[in-house]
């Protein structure tokens, strides 16, 4: 219905500049529910930095395969609501590190709502305008009319139990603005379509082993500087990282980020959605601070003036934008600057 869709617009709006939290989906960490690096004083920090909300990613299924584990899981993610309820923040609890690939698209998307059938019953009656549900953290490149199947599903199963509650949705090949803006939305009114936005990958990514050769070559500027661009990484050579490291002369910039960013905007004028950028960053242990800053700056500026709210990743991890242990004195001045801190009151 209509008036469910202007709710959608009016919250999705509302999540405005947010952060997301490392730690709930650190499932290298075998300790990770036992160590609450996160306290009331950091939910403090975010909300006095000017966010007003929070990605809270879960590795649901990995914790779901031991019972003392889930229930550690459960009491950490009311401790965080607890938390984001006293300094006014919003919440989106987001299901993270899923299995799901075409081979398996039928058990795994019942696993999924399996787990959604469980958070919507324990969370039914907290309030919709601050907590949200995002169904699945970036689907793998996999079939897109697979993924909308599954999407679908899960969406429905959740609104048997919880009919007001917003929900976030994104579209596959690792919520791709490419793969977004070839979707066709679902039939639910009230869903925030959210797409990751890591443009350049060869910048925001350099360095990330996990990520492969394609990224190995280190010491990009942001932006494009002919006289400060490096030699291209050996490991690159015939990889994707070759072809982004021409092309970077072109992508390399705010104009292009403007560009990418256009794509699903315009897709979102088509369908008359609303939209949620739910992951930006940079990986800082070889991006010099200020090219990450002027990054971060060109993609805030770019999601303000398109009327689009954003998550930063992240607060606490390799994305940080703290040069140390977060905390005001460790917020570098050229980042104060790129996520728009007003400068009073602050060192």
């Known amino acids: 219905m209509a008036q469910d869709r202007a709710t959608a617009f009016r919250r999705a709006a509302s999540l405005g500049k947010g952060i997301n939290i490392s730690w709930l989906e650190q499932t290298w960490d075998p300790k990770a529910l036992d160590r609450r690096p996160i306290t009331s004083a950091d939910l403090d920090l975010i909300k006095k930095l000017g966010f007003n909300s929070v990605r809270l990613p879960v590795a649901f299924k990995y914790y779901e395969k031991h019972k003392a584990a889930n229930a550690k899981l459960f009491k950490n993610i009311d401790q965080v609501w607890a938390w984001c309820k006293r300094y006014k923040l919003k919440?989106?609890?987001?299901?993270?590190?899923?299995t799901l690939a075409d081979s398996n698209h039928?058990?795994?998307?019942?696993?999924?709502?399996d787990t959604w059938a469980r958070l919507a019953r324990l969370y039914r009656n907290l309030s919709?305008?601050?907590?949200?549900?995002?169904?699945?953290n970036e689907p793998p490149p996999m079939d897109p009319q697979l993924w909308k199947d599954a999407a679908y599903n899960i969406v429905t199963a959740i609104r048997k139990i919880d009919k007001g509650r917003t929900l976030l949705v994104g579209a596959s090949n690792y919520n791709s603005i490419y793969e977004l803006s070839r979707m066709v939305r679902?039939?639910?009114?009230?869903?925030?379509?959210?797409f990751h936005f890591y443009e350049p990958f060869f910048f925001t990514h350099q360095g990330a082993t996990w990520v492969?050769?394609?990224?190995?070559?280190?010491?990009?500027?942001?932006?494009y500087s002919v006289e400060k661009f490096p030699a291209l990484a050996p490991k690159a050579k015939g990889t994707w990282g070759e072809t982004n490291y021409y092309q970077y002369r072109n992508d390399g910039n705010a104009g292009s980020i403007k560009d990418k960013m256009q794509i699903v905007k315009n897709w979102a004028g088509k369908y008359y959605v609303p939209i949620l950028c739910s992951e930006y960053?940079?990986?800082?242990?070889?991006?010099d601070a200020d090219s990450r800053c002027r990054y971060i700056k060109a993609v805030n500026e770019t999601l303000k003036e398109m009327q689009?709210?954003?998550?930063?990743?992240?607060?606490n991890g390799n994305f940080s934008i703290f040069s140390?242990?977060?905390?005001?004195?460790?917020?570098?001045a050229c980042m104060q600057d790129a996520i728009g801190l007003e400068p009073v009151g602050v060192k």
Do not use: C, R
């Not at 679902?186 to 959210?194: H, K, P, V």
């Not at 070559?217 to 932006?223: D, E, L, S």
């Not at 960053?281 to 991006?287: D, E, F, I, L």
């Not at 689009?308 to 607060?315: K, M, R």
């Open 91 to 98: 919440l989106i609890i987001d299901y993270h590190y899923g």
């Open 128 to 136: 919709a305008n601050d907590l949200y549900f995002e169904i699945y």
């Open 106 to 113: 039928t058990a795994e998307t019942k696993a999924v709502i």
């Open 308 to 315: 689009i709210s954003g998550i930063l990743w992240e607060y």
């Open 212 to 223: 492969g050769d394609q990224v190995s070559t280190i010491g990009v500027p942001f932006p």
């Open 281 to 287: 960053g940079v990986y800082n242990k070889y991006a």
């Open 186 to 194: 679902l039939a639910d009114e009230n869903i925030i379509y959210t």
């Open 324 to 332: 140390g242990k977060p905390s005001m004195a460790t917020l570098p």
